[in-house]
């Protein structure tokens, strides 16, 4: 768990820039799609990159890694409430593939729900900061205490239905799948197993 906590925050570390400029993109071309006006030409993702280093810094390619560190417990959220409901379950009975669908979405909307407000405000770190003091990040704790101000705890939901609906559904085929094919696999070295035996013998 420790190993996979230390290997996501260098992730998170090393793709942050990627992540930012990803973001600025996609909502620029948001903006042009819905502009009246004769759309701007696309641009690139070098282009991008110049542009934010030229107008706000090098640091800048950063902003939001905190609730992205932060972020790296989704995970782990997640697998220790799967692997807790996983538990108390097979005390009752024998798990299908419906319970392993089931409990990955159970776990992954636990995980989601606790963290959104992190993604939230990463998210919007990652944009072009206003230079309206009120409406600009210069943090985390600074983030979330002005959202709650302008836009009420409900703020720190916003638009997280889209992202249970993509993500929950994403957790729970991903166990239904792996478990399928762990059990499957476990039969197929049984069989092998079996035969080597046989082979053995002869």
């Keep these: 768990m420790v190993s996979g906590a230390v290997a996501g925050a260098m992730t998170c570390i090393i793709t942050n820039p990627i992540w930012v400029v990803n973001t600025r993109l996609t909502v620029k071309q948001k903006k042009q799609a819905q502009a009246e006006d004769k759309p701007e030409k ?7 990159f110049a542009e934010i280093i030229n107008e706000d810094g090098v640091l800048s390619l950063w902003q939001g890694l905190i609730p992205a560190l932060i972020l790296v417990i989704n995970p782990i959220i997640q697998y220790t409430a799967f692997e807790q409901l996983k538990n108390r379950v097979e005390r009752v009975r024998k798990l299908g593939s419906l319970d392993f ?12 729900s606790i963290t959104y407000p992190y993604i939230l405000i990463k998210s919007r770190m990652q944009l072009k900061q206003s230079k309206n003091e009120n409406e600009r990040y210069s943090s985390l704790i600074d983030g979330l205490r002005k959202v709650i101000a302008s836009e009420g705890i409900a703020g720190l939901y916003k638009g997280i239905e889209s992202k249970l609906l993509q993500s929950v559904l994403t957790a729970s085929f ?3 799948s792996k478990e399928a094919l ?18 053995g013998s002869k």
Aim: proline fraction near 0%.
């Design 42 to 48: 696309s641009q690139t993702t070098m282009q991008a």
């Design 174 to 176: 991903l166990f239904m």
């Design 182 to 199: 762990f059990s499957y696999a476990v039969k197929l070295l049984v069989v092998l197993g079996a035969r080597k035996s046989l082979a």
């Design 101 to 112: 669908f089931v409990l990955g979405a159970i776990s992954k909307l636990c995980a989601t």
